[in-house]
């Protein structure tokens, strides 16, 4: 074609290709954009919510933030709950994924059974759980002291908090890693074993350590991924059973953030700690897409 | 033959209604290079599997050298294979492709526990390892690869690795599954040699399974012919061809196909097509139905009419160079038959549409209904049989 | 023997992880003595449902509360197709300047989270006289860049010849995401559909920050209103209205379990 030919067509088909996407464009510019970069201004400020006068902070907003001891409670609150959860729903959706691909019997059932807490109500649920862990006549302090132990003051008492969020967090987690590692199981090739065995690969162990395991890699960065990142939104169980109690000791990062901007209405404050969010979410992705991605093969 | 090395006896297999395998009977000598080929879904990699022990056969034994093996699973049983899609381990290098087997078989799980590599006993195993890799390495060529992923090797690079894979653990027998079929005709024919060559040098016993039956018969000592679940024939390549006993071993042998020609046996003891008689004086019994086969090398074509020549229509003439294919369908029965021969005998019958083909003495192969080769010998001195 | 076994552990495993439902559905029937009982009785010996649920439904207008959701969550979907689908053929297929401008937009807003702009989101909508509406419950959802990031990657496995052959027949780039990418990208679709039901399904943030009137509430947020309503240890009451407002998801999931399944695991794994 000649070049002013071929011009015009390209400049037809970028027409074309903004008149499609130019909506979509739009919405990101107001919902996204426009968003992040308020978010970012009012963070350095002391902005509320209502009042007229803002002051500019600068660097000192976060400097103040870091300092803060309700949002370094928070930080640390988050943490110890994300190291909770995270590992144990990683660990039990692996073992039960591979539970469930050693047999035939019953595959669909169970795969539906330990699914279905993903699918229920996160607010409704943890509102059952509220009634299972009732210090008095819950079931499970009942079984407890049918079997000779103590009850535990799950959700009462600021030293169980977290533990208790966190068996909350679990439950509802684990299905969702268990059909992720699914998936990743059943791609794996299964004239690889065959092969292993014929290179004298006898045991399950040494099957999964010489096979399985190096073949989930991409899988098994994917589900810490995302159960680390899920882990950190914490907020429909501590909005709905604890708000943040007792004393502090289930305030999470998301927790704070809307209470400091929806119900004080410091919205600057807010935005700063929105920002820490992000960053914080940043950094996760970037350690786990970097350090573990060299070690992950894709094959 | 004195103890076979590979003896697969009385095999039976079936999957849920369907038998896949049905009273198969293989024995190999030491050394020998058997082709396995047939259709594919005729059971031949089961077969193979049964005899790597990565299934277990509903009747019959897998025997190894006279011991019988088939309760041993497949780690335990020395056997090494290939696969057509290589499996190689993704996420190693070849050489750890290639070492796994001899780890795995020579150090203890606590020797391969990460830390165990300090040990100097360890570490002489290891290095054993390494040079038993690096020498099979050097025979496959595929030195310079060793450090490199299977995600970064080409097919046919990948094709040698899981060869070394196999050749570094000098097994008792060699078992292959179609190793050549995913890689590009050029490559195939020049790897095809090259297996030849190590089998030679190894010398150990090789069950080679593929459904290309040029493959079989080019590379093999002995090939046997497998259809629908049974071993129709074990003989020399050469013995397949010219010798096959029944019809469906001589169809699926040789490329072109085979000239397939329904007949019967007339009241003169010639076999006839309709009212033409293609060979007198074959004998047999009156009246029996037939099928006349003949290879398109020996099947001569001519424009003039005789006896013992069947009419056919020139359809067209294929030149393929060194030689050329004529197609033609016989006017009586509509049978489509190829001749092949030179180029310039073709170019001779190009004017001519109407043709009569015939084969040559004694290249005739003669099969009864139920497809049983009858031998020349036989046929004299057949029993007339009741008139159909 | 390492059948049973198998069968055995997952079956436990199972049954720990159901208990909850059990219970739920357990507690819901059981009168007020009985839950403040101290015994594991599965079966209530007095039947309290009727109270129970009576209780779950006039307390907040339950009926009204899942019409929302089930509006609220179907609007967000059609529009996040809507807007998502041509924008991702776009970047698929087609060449136009600022391509890779609006591709890294797109990798932008994967990485910020929702409830981190919600500040500035929250101070428009109440300037624009928003709040309280069902309309402030869908829009900020309408753009999903998870939605446009996961079909691009399933549009760009669709044949270039498709699309080629389309526009030789006539049909302008439009006509084609409609009636040729969309049939073809049906899988994506409808597990993207179903990934995003779940999520706003579950949402509490944004309803919890944006409204504050009961007849306009989505389920977490009208459960939360119910239990601020009802007396602190109702928990037959609670567990009804529980069961009330999980049995629409459950019951849909239950039909649909494998389209479910896969539809939340290609999201992920393709995402």
Sequence with gaps: MPTSAKTRAAALESWAAWRLAGPTALLMLLLLVVPTLAVLALSFTDAELGASDITFLGLDAYTDLLTDRTFRGALRNTAIYVALVAPASILLGLGLALLIEAGTAGRALFRSAYFLPVVSLIVAMASVWQYLMHPSFGPINIALRAFGFAGVNWLGSSDNVLAALAVIGVWQALGFNMVLFLAGLTAIDRTLYAAAEMDGVRSAWDRFRVVTWPLLGPTTLFVTTISVINAVKVFETVATLTQGGPAKASETLLWVIYQEGFVYLHVGTASAMAVVFIALLLVLLLIQTRVLDRKVHYG | ?388 | MSRILRLVVLSLGAALVLFPFVFMVSTSLKPQAEVFSSSLKLIPEHWGAAENYWKAITRIPMGRILLNGVVVCAAIVMFQIVFALPAAYALAKLRFRGREALFALVLLGLLVPIHAISIPLYAAARTLGLLNTLAVLILPFTLSVFAIFLFRQFIKAIPDDLISAARSDGLCESAIVWRIILPNAWPAASAFAIFSVVAHWNDLYWPLIAISKTHLATPPLGLLFFRAAEAGDDYGALMAATVIITAPLILFFLFAQRLFIEGMTMTGLKG
Aim: hydrophobic share 45%.
């Design chain 2, 1 to 388: 033959m004195s103890e076979p090395a590979l003896h697969l006896r009385g095999i039976a297999k079936s999957f849920g209604t369907t038998a896949v395998l049905e009273g198969i009977d293989l024995a190999i000598a030491a050394g020998e290079f058997v082709a396995l080929v047939g259709p594919s879904g005729c059971g031949k990699s089961t077969l193979l599997r049964i005899a790597a022990g990565l299934e277990a056969p509903d009747q019959g034994q897998v025997l190894l050298g006279g011991q019988d093996v088939t309760a041993r699973r497949a780690a335990d049983r020395d056997m090494a294979m290939v696969f057509q899609s290589y499996a190689l381990y993704p996420h190693l290098t070849a050489r750890q492709n290639m070492s796994l087997p001899l780890v795995m078989r020579r150090l203890t799980a606590a020797e391969r526990l990460p830390f165990a590599g300090a040990l100097s006993a360890v570490r002489a195993k290891i290095a054993a390892i390494g040079n038993e890799v690096a020498a099979a390495a050097e025979m496959l060529k595929i030195t310079a690869l060793l450090d490199r992923k299977p995600a970064q090797m080409s097919g046919g690079q990948r094709q040698r690795v899981a060869l070394g894979r196999a050749l570094v653990r000098h097994p008792r027998a060699f078992l292959m599954d179609e190793p050549l079929s995913n890689l590009d005709a050029a490559l195939r024919v020049h790897t095809r040699g090259e297996i030849v060559e190590l089998h030679r040098r190894a010398g150990v016993v090789t069950l080679y399974v593929t459904h290309d039956q040029e493959e079989a018969l080019g590379m093999a000592d002995r090939v046997a012919v497998m259809l629908g679940g049974r071993i129709l024939q074990v003989a020399s390549p050469d013995a397949i061809y010219r010798d096959p006993a029944h019809v469906d071993v001589a169809a699926f042998i040789g490329s072109p196909r085979i000239n397939l020609i329904p007949a019967f046996i007339d009241a003169s003891g010639a076999a006839a097509v309709e009212r033409h008689v293609l060979a007198p004086r074959l004998g047999g019994a009156v009246g029996s139905d037939v099928v006349l086969g003949i290879r398109p090398e020996h099947l001569r074509l001519t424009p003039e009419p005789g006896p013992g020549r069947l009419p056919a229509r020139r359809e067209r003439i294929e030149f393929l160079g060194a030689e050329a294919l004529v197609h033609c369908r016989a006017e009586a029965g509509g049978t489509a038959l190829i001749a092949r021969m030179a180029p310039e005998a073709a170019e001779r019958l190009r004017p001519h549409t109407h043709l009569h083909a015939a084969a040559t003495p004694d290249a005739l192969l003669v099969f009864d209904r139920q497809g049983h080769r009858i031998a020349r010998q036989a046929l004299a001195t057949q029993e007339p049989a009741h008139a159909h």
